[in-house]
């Protein structure tokens, strides 16, 4: 029995032996296996890590399969990937796998922390061990730790299946560094990308908000444009324009220099200065544009981005502008023509007026004397439309029917042609205050105009029409109620390239003409508040568009024509510094029995007033000259005499006027007005006027 037992205890000794062998072996083989396995692993770690790059997803989603990667590299089961707060002193877990705690606890470490270790049975236990042990629940870890990015990786593994798992080693941390550092870059690049997107949502919502319009060009095409860009190229859609090469929407003489910027921009790196080009809009019409133009980046590409302001209304009223400065700068020559011209020719009215008033009206002299004041009185129609280009004289209106001015003026010019006049107006046209003499003027430069441009005849129309306040937006007078002209005729039209010219002084296009004319009706519209734009069509003809502020006074009724010479009585005051001018006024009065005293300025006529007020013949009438160079004028003068005498009876005379005193004299102190050049019975009647013998 003995023997039977020492045999089965050897026996079984050696069969424990056998599977100490056969454990240790399968030992072997596992940790082979897994040596072999790790080999293989470890060396596709990093090419793993550089393919997560690849991936379209979020930042969090990349660091969730940065971990995966590790877990099935490393043959571990848990990670975490933590980011070091310096102010708290303490790692914030980012993203984590295998771990049933919150991933938002804080880990602390009180001693400094290592750039790397691994834990296993072997490893020495400390403070900064146990930290680490903790936080991932594992007594078999490896720490690798990226001080400059303050960035952290925590691998673990289960400590029962330990035994069969290939420990760490310090050779793993040359791939599991390299591999935390790839993802690093990938996670910086994904949240450069992702700030990128945002910083791009932000930039085209604030491109889409802009008033002005905004293009993106990217190789010489447009990437982007916003909405103000649209409209400002007519697109109803980005279809229209993205994509598209950004010459096809540059006027072609500017091609080259809108090319030469954007190469200068790329190259340079540096803006623009501001400058002013052409655009084409998608029905091919041109617009006026003031650009700006930076270097910019674009979707990762070198871009230019452009700034565009719409001008052309700007453009339009710097040329209306211009039109008016050139109209201004002839106006202070004319005017100063027009009034030397007009004391001449008051002398010489004056006194072949006197002369005839003496003659025998059946004598030869006498018709002399009348073909001589008919000339005269053609000359003054000269001056008078010289002064129609004159700053601040404002015209003398009244309410006014147009009818019979439109008619008589076009019939007069065309008489005899064989052009065919038509004219209709509104049932009801409304009144307007005009200056009857300078409207007939405009109609009359208006009618000349297409006579010459239908040289084989045709029809020329007006058409007159009432048009409420406010109902075109495009061609109204601040909402005032207006009447509108349409004046067409049928004959070459104008080209373009002139057609923004024709309201210039002195320009023209015909052989004969000075080029006035239109200039002339452009400076009277003005000076009425109305407006005057052109439409015209080579071969077809030419419209001019009208609008003159209606009126809401009765038309004025027309004044008796009282041919014969009346006589009066009263003592008459007369201030001008011509002395021509001061002889013949006091000869004209005196034959038309006043009494009259004559003065040279309006310091002699206060003087001179002042001193007769209380006496037994004060004046009865006191006439000023309103420019006195180098005196006192006569504006100056009546309010000197109204503090004297608040009843004082002032007429102003002047053959120019830089101010609207002549147009609104009463509301300067005056009773009355008179402009030269005058005649007897102009002047006579304008006394009987203000003397209330009328």
């Known amino acids: 029995m003995e023997d039977n037992k020492a045999e089965q205890d050897y026996y079984r000794h050696q069969v424990d032996e056998m599977g100490r062998q056969i454990l240790r072996l399968q030992q072997e083989l596992t940790q082979v296996h897994n040596a072999a396995r790790r080999h293989h692993t470890t060396t596709s770690l990093v090419l793993k890590t550089y393919e997560l790059i690849n991936h379209d997803v979020s930042i969090e989603e990349i660091g969730k399969r940065f971990l995966q990667v590790i877990l099935s590299t490393m043959l571990a089961d848990r990670a975490m990937v933590l980011r070091y707060d310096k102010e708290a002193g303490s790692f914030i877990p980012q993203y984590s796998l295998g771990l049933a705690q919150d991933s938002e606890s804080i880990l602390r470490i009180n001693e400094n922390v290592p750039d790397f270790l691994f834990v296993n049975s072997k490893t020495e236990p400390d403070s900064c061990m146990d930290s680490l042990c903790n936080a991932i629940d594992s007594k078999y870890i490896l720490w690798v730790f990226n001080r400059y990015e303050g960035t952290a990786l925590l691998i673990g593994n289960e400590t029962e299946d330990r035994i069969f798992r290939f420990p760490f080693e310090e050779k793993d941390r040359d791939v599991v560094e390299s591999s935390l550092n790839v993802y690093i870059d990938i996670a910086r690049r994904k949240e450069a990308e992702k700030a990128l997107l945002k910083s791009e949502g932000r930039y085209r919502r604030l491109v889409q908000s802009s008033p002005e319009a905004i293009f993106v060009c990217c190789d010489d095409r447009l990437t982007l444009v916003n909405n103000a860009g649209l409209k400002l190229l007519g697109a109803e859609s980005t279809k229209d324009v993205i994509g598209h090469p950004i010459l096809e929407f540059i006027y072609l003489d500017d091609h080259e220099i809108i090319m030469n910027m954007i190469k200068d921009i790329l190259e340079n790196n540096q803006e623009t200065p ?49 039109k008016i400065q050139k109209i201004e700068s002839l106006g202070v020559l004319a005017g100063g023509i027009a009034h030397d011209f007009n004391n001449i020719l008051t002398g010489i009215l004056g006194n072949i007026d006197l002369a005839k008033s003496y003659s025998d009206p059946e004598s030869e002299v006498y018709q002399f004397l009348v073909e001589a004041l008919n000339a005269s009185t053609r000359a003054k129609g000269l001056t008078h439309k010289l002064l129609t280009f004159s700053k601040g004289v404002a015209p003398l209106k009244k309410s006014t029917s147009l009818a019979e001015i439109i008619t008589d003026s076009v019939n007069f010019i065309l008489s005899g042609s064989s052009i065919m006049f038509e004219y209709s107006q509104t049932d009801g046209l409304w009144p307007v205050e005009i200056d009857e003499v300078q409207f007939r003027q405009v109609i009359e430069n208006l009618t000349i105009n297409a006579y010459q441009a239908m040289s084989d005849g045709g029809i020329f129309t007006i058409t007159a029409e009432n048009v409420d306040a406010g109902s075109d937006q495009a061609f109204s007078l601040r909402d005032r109620r207006y009447v509108r002209l349409t004046i067409k005729d049928c004959g070459v039209g104008i080209s373009d390239k002139n057609l923004h010219k024709i309201f210039d002084p002195y320009f023209t296009t015909k052989d004969k003409g000075n080029g006035l004319g239109l200039a002339t009706a452009y400076s009277i519209i003005k000076k009425h508040e109305g407006l005057i734009r052109v439409e015209s069509v080579v071969g077809e003809g030419t419209s001019f568009f009208i609008n003159i502020p209606a009126s809401d006074k009765l038309p004025s009724a027309g004044t008796e024509d009282k041919s014969d010479l009346r006589t009066g009585e009263g ?67 009546v309010e000197e005499l109204i503090e004297i005498d608040p009843d004082v009876t002032a007429i102003v005379s002047s053959g120019y006027a830089k101010d609207p005193v002549l147009a609104n004299y009463a509301d300067y102190g005056f009773k009355g007005m008179i402009s030269k050049p005058f005649n007897i019975k102009e002047l006579a009647d304008c006394m009987f006027k203000v003397m209330n013998k009328d």
Do not use: H
């Open 571 to 637: 003592k008459i005051l007369i201030m001008d510094d011509d002395k021509v001018v001061r002889i013949v006024a006091i000869e004209m009065l005196t034959s038309s029995g006043f009494e009259v005293v004559g003065v040279q300025d309006g310091r002699e006529a206060i003087e001179l007033y002042a001193a007769t007020l209380n006496s037994e013949k004060p004046f009865d009438v006191v006439i000023l000259d309103l420019t006195v160079p180098g005196g006192m004028g006569g504006q100056k003068a």
């Open 274 to 322: 501001l400058i002013e080009r052409r655009f084409i809009r998608i029905d091919n019409s041109i617009v006026d544009v003031e650009v700006v133009a930076i270097p910019f980046t674009f979707q990762e590409k070198a871009a230019v981005q452009i700034v565009a302001l719409d001008i052309t209304e700007r453009r339009k009223m710097e040329e209306e502008q211009a």
